[in-house]
């Protein structure tokens, strides 16, 4: 499903963010929000703000140190109040590549998965998994889609 495609499907709930710091403050939000076994897709171009939302992710998680973006190292894992594993398949454009990496034991280790680049997993991706789509608009505006079963939680 690509990013436009998400955007139209019902009960989802659009944010627009002015800055990396409202980006981050919706992950925040989300973050504080999550359950054992969340997966969270993240989709939208190469500096669209998915490292940046995950940093609001961690901080919500209750994560102090959360600075790197793992796309030379595919995962990192922190924890917080729950483990967060944080995928990047940036650099995986083969999905032999992505099935070999085995990210499935992360889906049911009672932490949340957030993935960037999730469109790649294909049918790896479970069907529960709630999804996030950002948008550029312009320099600092970004659009950001949180997927009905996540916009729940907010409300
Ligand atoms: N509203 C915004 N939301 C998120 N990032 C923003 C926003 N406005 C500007 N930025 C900047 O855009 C860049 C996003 O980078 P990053 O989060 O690494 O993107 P991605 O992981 O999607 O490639 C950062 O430099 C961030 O400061
Ligand atoms: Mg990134």
Redesign the pocket.
């Known amino acids: 499903m690509t990013n436009d495609e998400f955007r139209m499907t019902n009960e989802n709930s659009i944010f627009h963010?002015?800055?990396?710091?409202?980006?981050?403050f919706l992950g925040k939000k989300i973050g504080a929000l999550l359950q054992p076994n969340d997966v969270i897709a993240?989709t939208?171009?190469?500096?669209?703000?998915?490292?940046?939302?995950?940093?609001g992710i961690a901080e919500g998680l209750g994560i102090q140190d959360y600075v790197t973006?793992p796309?030379f190292v595919i995962i990192n894992i922190h924890k917080g109040k729950l483990v967060l594993n944080h995928v990047?398949l940036?650099r995986l454009e083969d999905k032999n590549e992505i099935e070999d990496l085995g990210i499935e034991e992360y889906f049911k280790s009672g932490g949340v998965c957030m993935i960037?680049w999730a469109e790649r997993m294909g049918d790896l991706l479970p069907k529960y998994s709630e999804k996030i789509g950002?948008k550029?608009i312009s320099?600092?505006?970004?659009e950001?889609c949180v997927s009905s079963g996540l916009a729940l939680r907010l409300r």
């Open positions: 963010s002015k800055s990396a710091e409202d980006t981050i993240l939208g171009d190469l500096g669209a703000g998915k490292t940046t939302f995950v940093k973006s796309t990047d940036y960037e950002i550029v320099e600092h505006e970004r950001i």
